[in-house]
């Protein structure tokens, strides 16, 4: 046999492979789909999962996975099997027929079908097996068996068959009750009746597999659930490429507990402001007062009192008095931009982009300003605090130039500025299920709280999870329902990939996931799991 890396669905690595012959086991009771009626049937399949535009359709007396157009990066479909499942204290087993003639030719493109079995009490748990068509790593295009145990959204061991050379193959799984072990087996040639060869045993009570253990938690009144999927990456999949056929399994049981749960409650998340790591979105609305640092001899220092605002796209506006200066119409009430706040390696950053026309101390005037400076407190000791700004200043005063260019200069950040510099940011999720048009639904919703105090709301829409990629959430176009009347917000977004749980008696945790905020005319990524509270 050889061995080989490469990525299959959910890019995990493959590693291995065992061959051994078991003839295929009898039991009782056996029940499937050999999908010749080309119609999905309600009593033994439940509702698909999508991800992108991956589509599972009973088609040509088979079950077909295709896809129109690549999704980024990739793309799934899962369907559930509903009519039984499958206990934990007795044995039972199951097989599916595969074929897949696709044909990967780019580096990045694979594809594959298979059988998963899902843990009832992490949604993050399972193992599956699959065939696959991979170019991966390179030419030549190679399709192969392989079977993996994931816990807790985390792979811990698996087996690979390498290049298999096949287009038709079959899959089954075996769980024994006595050892606690699920043994996965498959046939690169079925058509001269099955030759199954295990490629790996993983224990769940854990021991007894051979390739990987882990404690799954489970009970003798647990019961274990099914879902068929195609999966591909970067590849449109035409009908009658890939597809499944002559599902059959034995051992299963009438469900209960309803069918498999997916995550829903109301969930905070709250920006840490005291983690230096994270990148913060910050909000200047406020009133200033101070007096500014001198930057030429014979110049003296100004008092100022200055109102500045910071709109939905970050950008700044000032009105207020500097001593000693006077706008063009003699009046001591300036105002005008300021420049913006954006974000700048992960820091928010006010960009400065001001002028001035008028008279300085009674003399005639002009300038223009020009700068950045991190969003930031300098600690300069002996219990003074600065902000430091990079300054370019062009003016002149009854007629005489000055200049400063990439100046560094110190502004004191007494507590004006202290209060004004507002980071916290709040977002609550609510994922709940409702029935839409005679089906029921999960649906999520969610309320942002901006660093200035206005509540962006987000209307609900139908989500769906995925027991390896949890929920894949964006909220755009909002609702300010702080101002009146209520606008739409075009520039604040969040979205939250790979959201997943994990059950705590009637509730759900969060156990992963990564959030991209953007509001206030800054942007950052973080682990959402820096903004759960303690």
């Known amino acids: ?33 050999d999908f010749n009626d080309n119609v999905k049937n309600p009593s033994k399949w439940g509702q698909d999962r999508l991800f992108g535009h991956g589509v599972l359709t009973e088609k040509n007396q088979r079950l077909e996975y295709t896809c129109a157009s690549p999704f980024v990066p990739e793309d799934d479909a899962s369907r559930p099997w509903v009519l039984t499942r499958f206990p934990y204290n007795a044995d039972w087993e199951m097989q599916i027929d595969t074929f897949n ?5 780019q580096n990045f493109q694979v594809n594959s079908a298979g059988l998963t079995i899902h843990s009832p009490r992490d949604g993050d748990t399972e193992i599956y097996i699959e065939m696959y068509n991979s170019h991966l790593g390179g030419p030549p295009a190679r399709t192969g068996f392989n079977a993996q145990m994931v816990i807790t959204n985390e792979n811990v061991g698996g087996g690979d068959t390498g290049d298999a050379s096949t287009t038709s193959g079959a899959l089954r799984l075996k769980w024994d009750n006595t050892n606690k072990v699920i043994t996965c087996y498959y046939d690169a040639g079925p058509a001269d009746d099955y030759q199954w060869v295990e490629i790996a045993s993983f224990g769940l009570a854990g021991s007894g597999g051979a390739t990987a253990n882990g404690d799954w938690g489970m009970s003798g009144t647990d019961q274990f659930s099914l879902t068929v999927y195609g999966y591909s990456a970067g590849m449109i999949i035409p009908s009658g490429q890939m597809y499944m056929d002559n599902f059959r399994e034995t051992g299963g049981v009438t469900p209960t507990g309803g069918p498999p749960p997916e995550p829903t409650g109301r969930f905070p998340f709250a920006f840490p402001t005291n983690n230096p790591l994270l990148t913060a979105i910050i909000n200047l609305t406020g009133n200033y007062t101070g007096v500014t640092p001198t930057f030429v001899a014979n110049d003296h220092s100004r008092t100022y009192n200055m109102d500045v605002a910071q709109d939905e796209s970050g950008k700044l506006a000032v009105m207020g008095m500097i001593d000693g200066l006077a706008n063009t119409e003699g009046g001591n009430e300036l105002s005008g931009s300021l420049g913006s706040v954006v974000t700048v390696n992960d820091k928010p950053t006010v960009q400065l982009k001001t002028s001035f026309t008028g008279t300085g101390d009674g003399i005639p005037a002009t300038a223009r300003t020009t700068g950045s400076s991190p969003a930031e407190i ?30 560094p200069v110190m502004f004191p950040a007494d507590s004006s500025y202290e209060a004004n510099l507002k980071k916290s940011w709040t977002i609550d999720l ?29 209307t609900e829409r139908v989500v769906r999870y995925s027991a390896t990629k949890g929920y894949l959430l964006s909220f755009k176009r909002g609702t300010n329902v702080t101002v009146s009347p209520a606008r739409i917000d075009k520039k604040s977004s969040i979205s939250i990939k790979n959201l997943t749980f994990v059950q705590q008696g009637d509730d759900w945790a969060p156990t992963g996931g990564a959030i991209t905020y953007q509001f206030l005319g800054q942007k950052g990524t973080a682990n959402l799991l820096d903004f759960v509270s303690p």
């Open 1 to 33: 046999m050889m061995t080989m890396q490469f990525k299959t669905r959910r890019l995990f690595v493959c590693l291995l492979s065992v061959n051994l012959l078991w003839p295929f086991a009898a039991f009782a009771a056996s029940q499937g789909d």
């Open 430 to 458: 609510d994922i709940s299920r409702k029935t839409i048009k005679n089906k029921e639904r999960t649906v999520a919703s969610a309320q942002l709280l901006l660093p200035n105090g206005d509540t962006i709301a987000y």
């Open 101 to 105: 003639n696709t044909l990967p030719n």
């Open 378 to 407: 300098t600690d300069m000791g002996g219990g003074s605090n600065a902000v430091a700004v990079t300054l370019n200043i062009s003016a002149k005063a009854a007629g005489v130039p000055f200049r400063l260019k990439n100046a």
